[in-house]
């Protein structure tokens, strides 16, 4: 007889959770992993996939409007939300049985329903059974934040929106971070009026300043109205169903949709970790070392319950260092430098490494090179957006140590010029290097 149920129980069948689960079952382990909601968790059910389509569809607006600059001619041209909301629905439906099938074909026992920590190695489900595993790994993700105010309750989250019954024309955002410039940027495409209100005059904190005010620029181009110092104080839903939005120091805004992207919290709350003694930080997560493991010899965490990066790879990474480390009898940690990131705003901008005023503040003599041009698609399209690239250079060592980019595909193209400023390529490697013609990347080898 074994000692206990399973070798691991994971809580939570999301990006980290899913990783490490079957990489541990490849490595021998008996494990199972309990869902409350859906299998995939946020990435894949409401969050950077279903995101991404949207990013996709309301492009589409502006590509159909150049198509007619160049020659073609399109029909009558109407947009049904319905339709778009329905594909993504059915897109995240097929995705949830993949990753279902994931865990099948690597054996690992799955339970849909809530489970919570009843001691060291002893999970609780939603319905009573309790489990005992040697191991518990807790990578339950995180949550939106709702702040407090009157009339909160109107508004709705990055968990609501990709199901909003009626497409909203006026939306008021408030946030001015990632999930609100995306959001902001799909609406204002799809033919609403977007208006993001903020508590600062800050928009997208860690990127680097030179790429922010240029997306503020374009997206105000765009007709996305911001209004900055002015948190939202009270909505009211008024007789036809419409809300009104005060903010402070402003005109109310009537809106039919108001959408609250201000963080996402560690989702620990009932999570029961006090009976296996562990203590949560400030912001509700847990604390873990640099192997992922709790103050509890027996649990570990990954991804955004332990609040040290939001972002789906990295949890995919943690959740496979984790199972490498236990089950793999191979320890290991992963690099937090160098993580490259991206925000689907519309233009996108993505960045990897220092940004100017983070090297600056860490002491680092820098170089800054930059280009700002006007990117061929939009020259074809009579379009007067401009690209900006901005590469920060350490003095001493001539090592590129910041890429930050805003403009058409700059995800995608940041992608692989990460590679080059996590291998520590300097300046002189970029210059060597011959431009590929014409393209938008070749800026990065181009900057003198
Ligand atoms: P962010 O942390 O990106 O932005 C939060 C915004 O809300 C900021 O503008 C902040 O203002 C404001 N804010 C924070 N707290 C309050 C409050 N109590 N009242 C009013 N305003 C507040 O959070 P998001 O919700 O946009 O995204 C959550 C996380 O999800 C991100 O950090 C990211 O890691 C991840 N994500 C990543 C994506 C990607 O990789 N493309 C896409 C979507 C999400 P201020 O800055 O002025 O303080």
Same mark, same amino acid.
């Given at each position: 007889?074994?000692?206990?149920?399973?070798?691991?129980?994971?809580?939570?069948?999301?990006?980290?959770?899913?990783?490490?689960?079957?990489?541990?079952?490849?490595?021998?382990?008996?494990?199972?992993?309990?869902?409350? $909601?859906?299998?995939?968790?946020?990435?894949?059910?409401?969050?950077?996939?279903?995101?991404?389509?949207?990013?996709?569809?309301?492009?589409?607006?502006?590509?159909?409007?150049?198509?007619?600059?160049?020659?073609?001619?399109?029909?009558?041209?109407?947009?049904?939300?319905?339709?778009?909301?329905?594909?993504?629905?059915?897109?995240?439906?097929?995705?949830?049985?993949?990753?279902?099938?994931?865990?099948?074909?690597?054996?690992?026992?799955?339970?849909?329903?809530?489970?919570?920590?009843?001691?060291?190695?002893?999970?609780?489900?939603?319905?009573?059974?309790?489990?005992?595993?040697?191991?518990?790994?807790?990578?339950?993700?995180?949550?939106?934040?709702?702040?407090?105010?009157?009339?909160?309750?109107?508004?709705?989250?990055?968990?609501?929106?990709?199901?909003?019954?009626?497409?909203?024309?006026?939306?008021?955002?408030?946030?001015?971070?990632?999930?609100?410039?995306? $959001?902001?940027?799909?609406?204002?495409?799809?033919?609403?009026?977007?208006?993001?209100?903020? &508590?600062?005059?800050?928009?997208?904190?860690?990127?680097?300043?030179?790429?922010?005010?240029?997306?503020?620029?374009?997206?105000?181009?765009?007709?996305?109205?911001?209004? $900055?110092?002015?948190?939202?104080?009270?909505?009211?839903?008024?007789?036809?169903?419409?809300?009104?939005?005060?903010?402070?120091?402003?005109?109310?805004?009537?809106?039919?949709?108001?959408?609250?992207?201000?963080?996402?919290?560690?989702?620990?709350?009932?999570?029961?970790?006090?009976?296996?003694?562990?203590?949560?930080?400030?912001?509700?997560?847990?604390?873990?070392?640099?192997?992922?493991?709790?103050?509890?010899?027996?649990?570990?965490?990954?991804?955004?319950?332990?609040?040290?990066?939001?972002?789906?790879?990295?949890?995919?990474?943690?959740?496979?260092?984790?199972?490498?480390?236990?089950?793999?009898?191979?320890?290991?940690?992963?690099?937090?430098?160098?993580?490259?990131?991206?925000?689907?705003?519309?233009?996108?901008?993505?960045?990897?490494?220092?940004?100017?005023?983070?090297?600056?503040?860490?002491?680092?003599?820098?170089?800054?090179?930059?280009?700002?041009?006007?990117?061929?698609?939009?020259?074809?399209?009579?379009?007067?957006?401009?690209?900006?690239?901005?590469?920060?250079?350490?003095?001493?060592?001539?090592?590129?140590?910041?890429?930050?980019?805003?403009?058409?595909?700059?995800?995608?193209?940041?992608?692989?010029?990460?590679?080059?400023?996590?291998?520590?390529?300097?300046?002189?490697?970029?210059?060597?290097?011959?431009?590929?013609?014409?393209?938008?990347?070749?800026?990065?080898?181009?900057? &003198?």
């Amino acid at each position: 007889m074994a000692e206990f149920d399973y070798d691991l129980f994971v809580i939570g069948a999301g990006s980290g959770g899913v990783r490490a689960s079957r990489i541990a079952a490849g490595h021998g382990a008996r494990a199972a992993v309990a869902e409350e $909601f859906r299998v995939g968790g946020t990435c894949v059910i409401r969050g950077c996939v279903p995101k991404k389509l949207l990013v996709y569809a309301s492009q589409f607006a502006e590509e159909l409007h150049d198509t007619a600059k160049l020659g073609w001619t399109i029909g009558q041209k109407s947009f049904d939300w319905a339709a778009l909301r329905d594909f993504v629905a059915s897109d995240v439906d097929r995705l949830e049985r993949a990753y279902t099938s994931t865990l099948d074909n690597n054996k690992v026992d799955h339970f849909h329903e809530r489970a919570t920590i009843a001691g060291p190695n002893t999970v609780r489900l939603a319905s009573g059974r309790e489990i005992s595993a040697k191991y518990i790994l807790v990578a339950v993700g995180a949550w939106p934040v709702m702040p407090e105010f009157p009339g909160n309750e109107h508004a709705i989250t990055s968990n609501e929106v990709f199901h909003l019954e009626n497409f909203p024309k006026r939306v008021v955002i408030q946030g001015a971070g990632y999930i609100a410039l995306e $959001f902001a940027g799909i609406f204002n495409a799809l033919g609403a009026h977007v208006t993001v209100v903020n &508590r600062s005059d800050k928009i997208l904190r860690s990127y680097d300043e030179s790429l922010t005010d240029r997306l503020l620029t374009m997206m105000r181009a765009r007709g996305v109205e911001f209004r $900055f110092n002015a948190p939202i104080e009270s909505i009211i839903k008024q007789s036809d169903g419409s809300l009104c939005v005060n903010t402070k120091g402003f005109l109310p805004i009537e809106a039919d949709a108001v959408l609250v992207a201000t963080g996402r919290k560690p989702k620990t709350p009932g999570l029961g970790l006090e009976n296996a003694g562990i203590e949560l930080g400030p912001n509700g997560q847990i604390p873990v070392d640099e192997y992922n493991a709790t103050s509890c010899p027996s649990i570990y965490a990954v991804g955004d319950v332990t609040d040290r990066v939001q972002l789906t790879p990295v949890a995919i990474r943690e959740g496979h260092a984790f199972a490498d480390t236990v089950f793999g009898g191979k320890p290991r940690t992963i690099a937090y430098d160098h993580i490259p990131s991206a925000v689907f705003s519309q233009p996108p901008l993505a960045g990897v490494g220092l940004t100017e005023a983070a090297a600056r503040a860490a002491g680092h003599d820098i170089k800054i090179y930059t280009s700002d041009f006007r990117p061929m698609k939009n020259m074809f399209a009579t379009r007067a957006e401009r690209g900006f690239y901005k590469l920060i250079v350490d003095t001493a060592t001539d090592k590129v140590i910041g890429v930050h980019m805003i403009g058409p595909d700059a995800p995608e193209i940041l992608q692989a010029v990460a590679i080059a400023v996590k291998a520590g390529l300097t300046k002189a490697d970029f210059d060597d290097t011959v431009a590929l013609h014409p393209s938008m990347a070749e800026e990065l080898v181009l900057m &003198r």
